[in-house]
């Protein structure tokens, strides 16, 4: 089926990426993001362990939700729970660079876009490999110089097109350390190469961060991946929360082990026992080698030239326009969506994905036929008399509503879809 992804500007504040492993100060699915950091508002929600608990020396699974975007780089930072509300804090302690991720299957990220999960990995799986850094988690190993107490681990991240950073924090209890250690680290961040965002370059990451004084070995400095191998205590947990926060709810359903995930404020895979990854090879269905693509290139057998293009060049539509009417104090909006057809199309399915919660009452152009269950995500089918759409058509859906007041600005349209299914 051909599909394009296109994800419009976020709100200044309301917005959809955060950090869901370890959990967040604020484990709702329905949050916003927060765009002003250094961390989101403190909460405790629905019997969530918290705060998180390790020992000097494991390995902590961090993970963020992809919300149907790709590309760029997510930084993290450990300080002292009570230093972190500000952003030097973190700043001053950088623990590692790793890349955001994205759909590293053919044809599935498109314009710094995809559709979440995105390929990205399920709780009971870990980032065994550093080359293996586009699925939306990673792991870091706790200090061995730290004082038993509580911290905060913190991500930083601008991805796809997003023109400022996402901040999100967890609060994280330390035991098992030896504060008396000193080991000064490189003054370098080593950075991976990743899928580019848009519009952050690289070094808006890099620009006033260094690198933690942390020991990363029980006798000195060490390096923070030497034992990436390692299961990470939290391997159960599972970044990719819920398909409520999908441009395709029903597609995501159907990826590996999404409906396995029964509580999305607590969300987990149950594992069994999940043994140390096994070496590399050119059949195990990842890139995490050196490879040029998914098993092959590198050390593996040579790619296919014919292997589909990241961007389809036979997309059902060459535009997709969105317009509105809305009024921040009084929670209205009118908006319309324009479609300008690429190839001829027997039937369609357009979807609309709002970055905070919309109670749509009136539309027209389309048959609405399904609603998630925050109100933001919108699937509208056509009617039986506007199916056929002939090359350089055009396909119009309206609607009228209303949206939560009290904030500065009004609903933005953050992903949208357009199929012939």
Request: glycine content about 10%.
């Amino acid at each position: 089926m051909k599909f394009l992804v296109l994800c419009a500007l976020f709100g200044a504040v309301f917005a959809h990426t955060w950090m869901s492993c370890p959990w967040s100060f604020d484990v709702d699915p329905g949050r916003p993001a927060d765009t002003v950091g250094p961390c989101e508002n403190e909460k405790v929600w629905h019997g969530v362990k918290y705060p998180n608990e390790y020992k000097a020396g494991d390995r902590m699974k961090v993970g963020w939700t992809s919300n149907n975007h790709a590309g760029g780089w997510v930084r993290i930072a450990l300080a002292p729970y009570g230093q972190h509300k500000t952003h030097k804090a973190f700043d001053d302690n950088v623990m590692k660079i790793t890349c955001y991720g994205h759909d590293q299957r053919p044809g599935q990220t498109v314009y710094g876009d995809c559709k979440h999960p995105c390929n990205a990995r399920a709780g009971c799986e870990y980032q065994a490999y550093e080359e293996d850094n586009a699925r939306f988690d990673t792991t870091v190993k706790i200090p061995h110089n730290l004082a038993d107490g509580d911290y905060v681990l913190q991500i930083k991240s601008a991805m796809s097109s997003h023109p400022h950073f996402y901040y999100s924090c967890a609060r994280v209890k330390v035991t098992g350390g030896n504060p008396n250690m000193k080991c000064p680290q490189s003054k370098l961040i080593v950075v991976p190469g990743c899928l580019k965002g848009t519009a952050v370059e690289l070094k808006k990451y890099t620009e006033n961060s260094k690198p933690a004084q942390f020991c990363y070995r029980e006798d000195g400095p060490g390096y923070i991946d030497a034992d990436m191998y390692r299961v990470p205590k939290n391997v159960q947990c599972d970044p990719r929360i819920t398909c409520a926060v999908s441009i395709d709810g029903k597609g995501c359903k159907g990826q590996h082990k999404m409906a396995d995930i029964t509580n999305d404020w607590k969300p987990e895979q149950i594992c069994g026992e999940v043994k140390p990854a096994p070496a590399p090879t050119c059949d195990d269905g990842v890139k995490n080698q050196g490879e040029e693509r998914i098993d092959c290139g590198g050390p593996c057998p040579a790619c296919p030239v014919t292997m589909p293009p990241t961007t389809p060049a036979d997309r059902v539509y060459s535009k997709f326009e969105f317009k509105k009417i809305a009024y921040a104090s009084e929670g209205y909006i009118n908006g319309n969506a324009i479609v300008h057809v690429r190839h001829a199309v027997k039937k369609w399915r357009m979807t609309l994905f709002f970055d905070r919660k919309v109670e749509i009452s009136q539309h027209w152009g389309g048959k609405l036929v399904s609603v998630n269950e925050f109100k933001t995500v919108y699937v509208f089918e056509n009617k039986s008399w506007n199916g056929r759409v002939p090359a350089g058509g055009k396909v119009n859906v309206g609607f009228e509503g209303k949206f939560p007041t009290g904030a500065v600005d009004t609903p933005n349209l953050m992903g949208k879809d357009f199929v012939e299914p």
